[in-house]
């Protein structure tokens, strides 16, 4: 049992490039999130995918797009790269009781875009 | 809205002391609450969690307070060892609840 598991751990871009992070669960969690960590932020909720087939907007969604593959998988892509994206990222899932808002969060990624 | 927030952004304290971490909440309608530790190089780890049915929980070496008149929690850690030196949050869920939101944590140093 892995938990959350998120790849790749570290990753330096350049401006305008794109990547996919990647976030796989194996607790059959129904909802999953991607968030960003930055220096005196806090964690700020980017996407969020309450089941597999929706996905909807965070805090702090521009610039990323994502997509749930199957009830495992939430990916999160970044079409052209800009410094202000430079950041840790954490992916989450929870599971089905609403009420239940215990999330368990991946190792992180990394990210710096020179 | 829906925001919480710390007090202090750092705390440092003696092996052996108690801490105390707080956390201010402006959504007069959050009934949940979590607190998380985040050590360096990880991601959160989930602490405790508080109902607003309830004024205080207990857990191991923690307790999580909560003051719904003031709309406060606290964290309070007994007996502080190194290794809860760490950045700790708190969180509620957003209005829909469908998500958390999360203050911007507090470090604690634990010096021996």
């Known amino acids: 049992n892995a938990g959350v598991t998120q790849t790749p751990k570290f990753q330096v871009l350049k401006t305008g490039q794109s990547m996919t992070l990647q976030c796989a669960q194996d607790?059959?969690?129904?909802?999953m999130y991607w968030y960003r960590q930055d220096p005196g932020m806090g964690l700020r909720l980017i996407y969020y995918s309450a089941s597999e087939g929706t996905t909807d907007k965070g805090e702090v969604p521009n610039g990323y797009n994502v997509s749930r593959l199957n009830k495992r998988e939430f990916s999160l892509r970044l079409e052209s790269a800009a410094p202000s994206q430079t950041s840790v990222y954490f992916c989450a899932s929870s599971g089905l009781d609403i009420r239940s808002y215990e999330q368990y969060f991946g190792p992180g990624t990394r990210l710096t875009v020179t | 809205g829906e925001s919480v927030g710390l007090h202090l952004p750092t705390l440092s304290v003696q092996e052996g002391d108690n801490s105390i971490i707080n956390c201010a909440y402006s959504n007069s309608a959050s009934d949940y609450f979590i607190w998380y530790k985040q050590e360096s190089g990880k991601g959160p780890q989930f602490i405790i969690d508080i109902r607003s049915n309830m004024d205080k929980r207990q857990g191991q070496r923690v307790t999580v307070l909560l003051n719904k008149t003031v709309k406060h929690l606290s964290l309070q850690i007994a007996a502080t060892q190194p290794g809860d030196s760490a950045v700790y949050f708190c969180?509620?869920?957003?209005?829909?609840?469908?998500?958390?939101?999360f203050g911007k944590g507090t470090t604690l140093s634990v010096s021996s």
């Open positions: 969180a509620d869920p957003n209005q829909a609840g469908t998500a958390l939101i």
């Open positions: 607790m059959n969690h129904n909802s």
